[in-house]
């Protein structure tokens, strides 16, 4: 596709910096247009699909992890959290789209961007996919460092991916991960005081492997009482009143 006139108003514009989102996008984008055709198909599976299975992959990691800490339950509500934070703030994102009704990208320039993926005719701002890979991505580093770290990354090459695919501004990407990670932090406290006793609940039951890595074992020991290890495992035994029985003898 053909790049930008040299001597056309739009591209005297870009030269000086007069509007730096449409720049921004032009710097990006134009890598596209240089990269050889499988590139080019790479960048569109992974903007489109493959992020998205990357950050499932790292909370599935991150469930797996979480199962074999003292406080699972917590931890494991705390991973549920994350897809249904991403949910929520695409939902939210619904009436934002309608309210600003930003063309996407391509529209308002059909000559000058290399666009990967055709068949976007909903609005631009803010990017859906910034959206969800922020909410998961924060949702995941709430309760484990080590993965969430990974995920951030994942979510900011997201967000790359889509401004390189000619379908969103740098802005909408923004916007995105903006609304993904208010809405993860500001609804936490909520959603845990929620998810964390349902986690309880199933930590008790025939699903307790969902999570707990000792699934085998008793959660919660019942109050007045000893654990005492013998050769078949873990048993629970009644503490008994010393000071009663002798007096019974008595």
């Not at 934002?96 to 391509?106: A, C, L, M, S, W």
């Not at 006793?197 to 707990?212: I, K």
Request: hydrophobic share 50%.
């Amino acid at each position: 596709m053909a790049g930008l006139t040299l001597g056309s108003p739009l591209a005297a514009d870009v030269r000086e910096g007069s509007n730096p989102d449409v720049s921004l996008l032009y710097d990006i984008n134009g890598l596209a247009e240089d990269a050889p055709h499988w590139c080019d198909r790479l960048m569109e599976f992974i903007g489109e699909f493959g992020v998205v299975f990357g950050l499932l992959a790292l909370l599935l990691g991150a469930w797996w992890s979480a199962r074999k800490r003292s406080d699972a339950a917590s931890a494991v509500a705390g991973l549920a959290w994350a897809p249904l934070a991403a949910g929520i703030a695409l939902l939210a994102n619904i009436p934002i789209r309608g309210f600003v009704k930003r063309p996407r990208p391509f529209v308002d320039h059909p000559q000058e961007l290399e666009v990967l993926v055709a068949g976007k005719s909903d609005y631009s701002f803010v990017s859906d996919h910034s959206t969800l890979v922020a909410a998961i991505a924060v949702g995941i580093f709430m309760v484990n460092r080590k993965y969430g770290v990974f995920a951030l990354v994942v979510a900011l090459f997201a967000g790359f991916c889509r401004i390189y695919m000619g379908v969103h501004y740098p802005t909408d990407v923004i916007g995105g991960f903006a609304l993904g990670t208010a809405v993860t932090l500001l609804l936490a406290p909520l959603a845990m005081m929620l998810l964390t006793p349902l986690a309880t609940t199933v930590a008790n039951s025939r699903g307790s492997w969902l999570v707990r890595a000792n699934a085998g074992g008793p959660a919660v020991e019942p109050a007045g009482s000893v654990t005492q290890r013998g050769p078949g495992g873990p048993a629970v035994t009644p503490v008994t009143d010393k000071r009663h029985d002798s007096d019974l003898a008595a």
